[in-house]
């Protein structure tokens, strides 16, 4: 499952700051808050809690906490992933994109940056190519919610031909 792989790099990044000192997770992104933003933030995206109650000011505080953890582990392209996911989820997808793109400097193989790149291109440009790639790679996906909110995200993309939206959205429901 993409969120307990992820989960486990996360800790791993806590443990490293830890070792540096706490104070480099100092102000906002104290561990248990930075924690505790990031369960709340997977619960949201895979569908376990509702996403209204103070989803701008939690994305926010989240957004922080991820980008502390970036400065802290710049080459962790779970981190960018995540951090993307955030930016998608606020309507950024040219940061998600972007971001995207620095995860896959690190692991130009990961299943999950590659279909989270393709679904959001797909959404920012209406691209027919990415949303193809997309769902070539969908089915491989490994968390049903997280593919479906992909999906989601990359069939809302301009003017896309009605035949892939078509084709994406059978996955959804196979």
Known sequence: MRIRARAK?????VR????????ELSGPARRPQWLGLLNQFRSRQTGILPGA????TDLQQTVAAFERALALEPANWSLYLDLADVRAEQGDFTSAVRLIDEGMRYEPTELSLRAAGAAYRARLTGSRADL???IELAPNL??????DLLIDHA???PALPAELVAAARRIQHN
């Open 16 to 23: 490293r700051a830890e070792l540096r000192g706490a104070r």
């Open 155 to 157: 069939c809302a993309g």
């Open 53 to 56: 109650a103070a989803v701008a």
């Open 132 to 134: 193809s790639e997309l």
């Open 9 to 13: 790099a996360f800790f791993e990044v």
């Open 142 to 147: 490994p968390n049903d919610s997280y593919r």
